[in-house]
Nanobody, 123 residues
Framework: QVQLVESGGGLVQAGGSLRLSCAAS????????MGWYRQAPGNRRELVAR???????DYADSVKGRFTISRDNAKNTVFLQMHNMKAEDTAVYYC?????????????????WGQGTQVTVSS
């Protein structure tokens, strides 16, 4: 029932900006932590940024000062604002969320992933 859908990916020149969005939908009761991960060809999936429900944030060293993660709890949405993008930011970006969902009275807490959105930075 729960789905995460990313949007906002695309092609951008080095030094440019993109804003990613991820909207969670379904029978959601609570979303705890949310995060953005990325995976470049030949690389492992890595954490880019994460944010708690209380909006505490954490960033990979490679994106500190350039990326900002934020969330709108009322809309079950998390954002990743990316500035001063570099070629090494090129990857598929995945949204992740720790969600308590409501399935016919049951309320399991599970990790959910979006389908990914491609971000390509031209050098």
């Amino acid at each position: 029932q729960v789905q995460l859908v990313e949007s906002g990916g695309g092609l951008v020149q080095a030094g440019g900006s993109l804003r990613l969005s991820c909207a969670a939908s379904g029978s959601i009761l609570i979303i705890y932590n949310m995060g953005w991960y990325r995976q470049a060809p030949g690389n492992r999936r890595e954490l880019v940024a994460r944010i708690t429900r209380g909006s505490s944030t954490d960033y990979a060293d490679s994106v500190k000062g350039r990326f900002t993660i934020s969330r709108d709890n009322a809309k079950n949405t998390v954002f990743l604002q990316m500035h001063n993008m570099k070629a090494e930011d090129t990857a598929v970006y995945y949204c992740n969320a720790d969600i308590v969902a409501d399935f016919s009275g049951n309320s399991p807490r599970s990790d959910y992933w979006g389908q990914g959105t491609q971000v390509t930075v031209s050098s």
